[in-house]
Nanobody, 117 residues
């Protein structure tokens, strides 16, 4: 089992910034990827940013140039720096961890991000 603990959500005005963090613990396997999804009310969960199997990064078109994903492998932690936030970014943000051998995916509990004036 893998446990994911997220933090950093909150209420911010349009144009503001937030930094989300996600720390994985438990049965961490060497070969994995981590990233972020989000889900707004009435919408499907969508990819925000992730590391790929090749170690590169992939972003949703709607956040390119505003959001940055980073990681520290030694701490099994990923961050999502969100700048230039817009009301459309309002959603619950979920961290995920995927074991690339077993193909099992674990999800964090989600953290609310609200962008409003």
């Amino acid at each position: 089992q893998v446990q994911l603990v997220e933090s950093g959500g909150g209420l911010v005005q349009p144009g503001g910034s937030l930094r989300l963090s996600c720390a994985a613990s438990g049965s961490i396997f060497d070969i994995y990827i981590m990233g972020w999804y989000r889900q707004a009310p009435g919408n499907q969960r969508e990819l925000v940013a992730t590391f790929t199997t090749g170690g590169n990064t992939n972003y949703a078109d709607s956040v390119k140039g505003r959001f940055t994903i980073s990681r520290e492998n030694a701490k099994n932690t990923v961050w999502l720096q969100m700048n230039g936030l817009k009301p459309d970014d309002t959603a619950v943000y979920y961290c995920y961890y995927r074991n690339l051998v077993s193909r099992v995916t674990y999800w964090g509990q989600g953290t609310q991000v609200t962008v409003s004036s």
